[in-house]
Nanobody, 122 residues
Framework: QVQLVESGGGLVQAGGSLRLSCAASGRTFSNYAMGWFRQAPGKEREFVAAVSRSGLTLPYADSVKGRFTISRDNTKNTVSLQMNSLKPEDTAVYYC???????????????WGQGTQVTVSS
């Protein structure tokens, strides 16, 4: 089992920044690819970013490309999502997830955090 706990969400004005963190415990963190997903009310959970076990990133979702950056620290068992130039449409619950390989689809991840709310006001 892998336990994931997100933090860093909150309320921010459009154009602002937030940094989300996900702390992992349980099995060896470096054995897992990590992803960030988000889900807005009434919408399906969507891919945001993912990073391989060694730190290679997948292409970001088009909606966040150039604004968000995913990173991981295998010494601290954490994965982060730096979010800049936030827009109201970024408002959602953000989830981190762990899986054996980095994928774009939520179903390919085995473990999920409880989520953290990000609200961007206009």
């Amino acid at each position: 089992q892998v336990q994931l706990v997100e933090s860093g969400g909150g309320l921010v004005q459009a154009g602002g920044s937030l940094r989300l963190s996900c702390a992992a415990s349980g099995r060896t963190f470096s054995n897992y690819a990590m992803g960030w997903f988000r889900q807005a009310p009434g919408k399906e959970r969507e891919f945001v970013a993912a990073v391989s076990r060694s730190g290679l990133t997948l292409p970001y979702a088009d909606s966040v490309k150039g604004r968000f950056t995913i990173s991981r620290d295998n010494t601290k068992n954490t994965v982060s999502l730096q979010m800049n130039s936030l827009k109201p449409e970024d408002t959602a619950v953000y989830y981190c997830a762990a899986g054996l390989v980095p994928k774009l689809t939520p179903g390919r991840y085995d473990y999920w955090g409880q989520g953290t709310q990000v609200t961007v006001s206009s």
